[in-house]
């Protein structure tokens, strides 16, 4: 689904680096969410926001932070990344006005730490 | 904590045969219920849902049942074909909220 990107798709870095992951949606969603999926634990709430000025912390927000520039943009910070932070990011999204609460992902952002 | 169980965490199955994935979630509170399918190296699609006022959900070969008084809900799939092949998540909403609580996935083979 184009209407929901995410930048990088994949990204190698070192323990200790400050990391942006990026998402964009077109959808003209008002609610937006993060998540990361590991092998045998499936997709867990990082953080999710449902408005410009609402963010909230989901499952596992400990070493995450995030930004809602703007309706259409919510980033994905990871400050200080460790080697457990490896993981499938997916960035999703969801319109609070639709019949049904259909959540759209982007592509995803294989992240690695070393 | 809010939490969704999922069962089994594999599945095999040969083409044209039936199969069952079972989710169990905790919070009395819950109201929707999606099913997402991933195929390999892509990202979840939803592909059914069941929202607490309905006992079933049908759409062509795929089906959803809810037991709101055990707290359980289902997927339902006949006639597998190849391509049903993919991991299933199963879903529920956390008190009435919009924040979501996967389950753990269902990695799904459809044998030919």
């Known amino acids: 689904d184009a209407d929901v990107t995410q930048t990088p798709r994949n990204r190698i870095t070192k323990t200790g680096k400050r990391i942006m992951l990026e998402c964009s949606q077109t959808?003209?969603?008002?609610?937006m969410y993060w998540y990361r999926q590991d092998p045998g634990l499936g997709l867990r709430l990082i953080y999710y926001?449902?408005?410009?000025?609402?963010?909230n912390k989901g499952e596992i927000s400990d070493g995450y932070s995030v930004s809602r520039q703007a309706q259409a943009k919510f980033s994905l910070s990871l400050e200080s990344a460790i080697p457990n932070q490896t993981a499938l990011y997916f960035c999703?999204?969801?319109?609070?006005?639709?019949?049904?609460?259909?959540?759209?992902f982007g592509p995803g952002t294989r992240l690695t730490v070393l | 904590g809010e939490n969704v169980e999922q069962h089994p965490s594999t599945l095999s199955v040969q083409e044209g045969d039936s199969a069952v994935i079972k989710c169990t979630y905790s919070?009395?509170?819950?109201?929707?219920f999606p099913w997402y399918k991933q195929e390999l190296g892509k990202r979840p699609q939803l592909i059914i849902d069941?929202?607490?006022?309905?006992g079933e959900k049908k759409d062509q070969r795929i089906a959803v049942t809810l037991n709101k008084t055990a707290k359980h809900f289902s997927l339902h799939i006949t006639e597998t074909q190849p391509e049903d092949s993919a991991v299933y998540f199963c879903?529920?909403?956390?008190?009435?909220?919009?924040?979501?609580?996967f389950g753990t996935g269902t990695r799904l083979k459809v044998l030919a």
């Open positions: 999703a999204t969801e319109s609070s006005g639709a019949s049904t609460d259909t959540q759209y």
């Open positions: 959808k003209g969603h008002d609610r």
């Open positions: 926001s449902f408005d410009v000025k609402d963010i």
């Open positions: 919070d009395s509170a819950s109201n929707y």
């Open positions: 069941i929202r607490s006022n309905v």
């Open positions: 879903a529920a909403t956390y008190s009435g909220t919009y924040k979501y609580i």
